[in-house]
């Protein structure tokens, strides 16, 4: 089994997953996860796929060339290995982080530096401007044995440098 991350991005326009699933189907790859979503005007694409092939990097970034040119794409191929596909690490409990404010430089950063600094993976962040309003909402991973509250008083602090509206929510589990 191979296993392959592809990214692809470019103006947003009706056809973009038909066109990559497509040229996937036809060399006969399954779609093992995905996130795909528009970002202003540009659709990103990302994908981990299989395949039963010997087909290398090269070989399977060059069927997307025709799609690329047609839709104006830029695309890009990775071969993983399936230990890092599979790769499982220890994780606590999950949260959910949603910050808004009044748009400023400097909201994410504050953030991430904190999650970081914290070792609080982000398994998903998205971000969004609406007029002056700036929204921030993330699905963290919290180490073991990290404690709620810690956290909750240095997003306090960020809140108040920031002027920005921050609250930290437990996930309960759900798997997809």
Do not use: C, H
């Amino acid at each position: 089994m191979k296993y392959f991350i592809i990214t692809a991005y470019g103006k947003d326009q009706p056809g973009i997953v038909a066109g990559i699933t497509k040229v996937l189907y036809e060399n006969g790859f399954n779609i093992e996860d995905s996130a795909m979503t528009r970002l202003n005007n540009e659709f990103t694409v990302m994908l981990v796929v299989t395949t039963e092939k010997n087909i290398s990097e090269e070989e399977l970034k060059k069927e997307f060339n025709l799609l690329e040119k047609e839709r104006g794409l830029n695309i890009s191929v990775k071969e993983i290995t399936e230990e890092v596909l599979k790769e499982k690490k220890e994780v606590g409990e999950v949260y959910n982080i949603v910050v808004y404010g009044a748009d400023k430089p400097g909201i994410v950063y504050s953030v991430a530096k904190l999650l970081a600094d914290k070792n609080i993976n982000i398994a998903d962040l998205r971000t969004e401007k609406s007029n002056d309003l700036y929204i921030l909402i993330s699905q963290v991973e919290f180490p073991p044995g990290l404690k709620e509250e810690e956290i909750k008083a240095e997003l306090e602090k960020i809140k108040d440098e920031m002027n920005i509206d921050v609250s930290l929510e437990k996930q309960e589990a759900v798997e997809m």
